[in-house]
Antibody
Framework: QVQLQQWGAGLLKPSETLSLTCAVYGGSFSGYSWSWIRQRPGEGLEWIGD???????NYNPSLKSRVTISGDTSQNQFSLKLSSVTAADTAVYYC?????????????????WGQGILVTVSS | QSVLTQPSSVSGAPGQRVTISCTGS?????????VHWYQQLPGTAPKLLIY???NRPSGVPDRFSGSKSGTSASLAITGLQAEDEADYYC???????????FGGGTKLTVL
């Protein structure tokens, strides 16, 4: 059974850098892509970006200038950094296993999710 | 404003059938990209409910079904149960945005 466990700082000040890590237990790490998704309070889901088995990344265009996703295949972990945070970045952040569409290679769906971490940005 | 449009809420009595719509455009659902559905129980992470428009992952009851036509998709829940009370989200891909897109979510209330 695949399990994702995530951790990181839950309280940040404006302009600081958000840093979260997600560990994958069970299943193949190298055979999948891995995503970060967030949910602002009372709102819907927003895809932040992903990293594939080769270390290649894709980011949401609206966040691209501030986001870095990296991976450590030796530890079966991947991480998210979001710089220059503001109150608008307050959200629950989820890591998720991403299945890619077989023909196009584009992100398809997310079948396993981490427990989520509430990150609050406040002065 | 979400790229995919869902009703904010739906409701039904136990045992009834409800449907949740997900309306997109020619750059996402209408372009042929598949639709996936997630169930989010209060205080928990989303759970994959339907993938590839109409496929159920192992363990998801057959009371849940999905369909897609044109620029829209639908999630149907039959034999409504109290435990189905949750938020439901549709998801697809948008070629104009080069981005994964979600609906705004629909809150299902079991009366």
């Amino acid at each position: 059974q695949v399990q994702l466990q995530q951790w990181g700082a839950g309280l940040l000040k404006p302009s600081e850098t958000l840093s979260l890590t997600c560990a994958v237990y069970g299943g193949s790490f190298s055979g999948y892509s891995w995503s970060w998704i967030r949910q602002r309070p009372g709102e819907g889901l927003e895809w932040i970006g992903d990293i594939n088995h080769s270390g290649g990344t894709n980011y949401n265009p609206s966040l691209k200038s501030r986001v870095t996703i990296s991976g450590d295949t030796s530890q079966n972990q991947f991480s998210l950094k979001l710089s220059s945070v503001t109150a608008a970045d307050t959200a629950v952040y989820y890591c998720a296993r991403e299945v890619r569409e077989a023909v196009t290679g584009l992100p398809y769906y997310f079948d396993y999710w981490g427990q989520g971490i509430l990150v609050t940005v406040s002065s | 404003q979400s790229v995919l449009t869902q009703p904010s809420s739906v409701s039904g009595a136990p045992g009834q059938r409800v449907t949740i719509s997900c309306t997109g455009s020619r750059s996402n659902i209408g372009a042929g990209y598949d639709v996936h559905w997630y169930q989010q129980l209060p205080g928990t992470a989303p759970k994959l409910l339907i993938y590839g428009n109409s496929n159920r992952p192992s363990g998801v009851p057959d009371r849940f079904s999905g369909s897609k036509s044109g620029t829209s998709a639908s999630l149907a829940i039959t034999g409504l149960q109290a435990e189905d009370e949750a938020d439901y989200y549709c998801q697809s891909y948008d070629s104009s945005l080069s981005d994964v897109v979600f609906g705004g979510g629909t809150k299902l209330t079991v009366l």
